[in-house]
């Protein structure tokens, strides 16, 4: 399909194999909402190391089913964003409200919605029925106890984030540090990480170090939520008689190794949570002490449901997303140097910069289209 620039439709496709290859999509028409659907146009988006990551992981962990493109080899790259209803067929739905969700890069996405409630819909569309729940929910901002209209960019760029921080302290927390006194952080510039740490900082009796690279070792110590830091160079200096948990944000399988190899029996829990840089998944290889746990939000998510109910979860999430959120906006802190761009062309040079790892950590990007 070729039509001309600022077409009504446009999207973009990722190859599955090549991430920074893509490919972009128009059409001279928008889709209408046939009986039973909507139509929501996608006006703004957040681009991070997250969305490589997933993709990276997409069919071992079905990223690329949620929205299907049909095309041998090429995918529908998921990200956050806020959309507009500007067809609908269905009761409760009107055209000009606003919804949070999961969306592929496109400016229109068509859905099937199910369980309308005045907090929002789930997309009902049959290919996404054996998917996570979670991602198939549509939030009505106007009823979003957490939404602000002044701080869209910063929910698109750090909510989705977010929840895995503070799931993932919640996880290590619950399960008292699997006995750990110290958390060493792979990755500890990424905004995952640092979510982590911030929640987890005032935690009494464990310390937070942050393993870094040499370049990003400034940005790491001024945030101020990690304890001390390491080079991954220096990571032998590390003391090796301290209980410590191995929280994994580089899956990166040469470090992996050196930090089981140097911590020895000290290391009492290894839990992966990800990598930008990294497209495999975890190696089944013979490691010294603890093998690897991969981490995945929805899972503590569904626990805490189960025990606290899902509005006092909610509750929990909005008041410390929002004490995080003022935090990073602060710009006294240094936490956050928002990148505002706009277009499809923009996000194609964005998600190659990300896959190559050209990027600050400082730096958050969204794409307005």
């Not at 059409?27 to 659907?37: H, L, R, S, T």
């Not at 930008?276 to 190696?283: E, M, Y």
């Not at 194609?348 to 794409?367: K, S």
Request: glycine letters at 6%; aromatic letters at 12%; a negative charge.
């Amino acid at each position: 399909m070729n039509a001309p620039k600022n077409a009504p439709y446009e999207r973009l496709f990722t190859h599955k194999h090549a991430l920074n290859e893509s490919r972009l999509e128009s059409a001279d028409a928008a889709p209408q909402a046939a009986p039973g659907e909507v139509v929501l146009r996608l006006d703004r988006f957040a681009l991070t190391t997250n969305n490589i990551t997933y993709a990276a992981f997409g069919d071992a962990m079905q990223y690329w089913s949620f929205f299907p493109t049909g095309q041998e080899g090429w995918g529908h790259m998921p990200v956050w964003g806020f959309a507009n209803v500007v067809s609908s067929t269905v009761e409760g739905i009107d055209v000009g409200e606003r919804f949070y969700g999961y969306f592929p890069i496109a400016t229109h996405l068509r859905m099937q919605p199910e369980r309308v409630t005045p907090r929002g819909f789930y997309d009902g569309a049959a290919h996404r029925q054996a998917l996570v729940s979670a991602y198939n929910q549509y939030t009505r901002v106007a009823q979003d106890a957490a939404y602000d209209a002044a701080l869209e960019n910063y929910q698109i760029l750090y909510r989705p984030l977010f929840i895995t921080s503070f799931m993932l302290a919640d996880f290590l927390s619950d399960n008292a540090f699997f006995g750990a006194r110290r958390l060493v952080f792979s990755s500890a510039s990424s905004k995952t990480a640092y979510g982590t740490a911030f929640c987890l900082q005032d935690t009494p009796g464990l310390t937070l170090t942050a393993l870094t690279s040499a370049s990003n070792r400034a940005f790491v110590d001024g945030l101020g939520c990690y304890h001390d830091s390491v080079t991954y160079d220096a990571l032998d200096t590390l003391a090796t008689d301290v209980p410590t948990l191995y929280v994994d944000f580089s899956g990166d399988p040469a470090l992996r190794r050196r930090v089981h190899e140097h911590l020895g029996d000290a290391l009492v829990y290894d839990c992966f949570a990800g990598s930008a840089q990294n497209t495999d998944f975890i190696q089944s290889e013979a490691l010294p002490g603890p093998a690897p746990q991969f981490y995945f939000a929805p899972v503590q998510i569904r626990k805490r449901n189960a025990d606290w109910g899902p509005a006092v979860v909610t509750e929990k999430f909005n008041a410390a997303q929002r004490r995080f959120i003022d935090h990073v906006r602060e710009p006294a802190h240094g936490w956050l140097t928002l990148i505002e761009e706009q277009g499809m062309t923009a996000a194609q040079a964005r998600i190659a910069a990300l896959h190559a790892g050209h990027t600050h950590p400082r730096e958050g990007y969204v794409i307005r289209l």
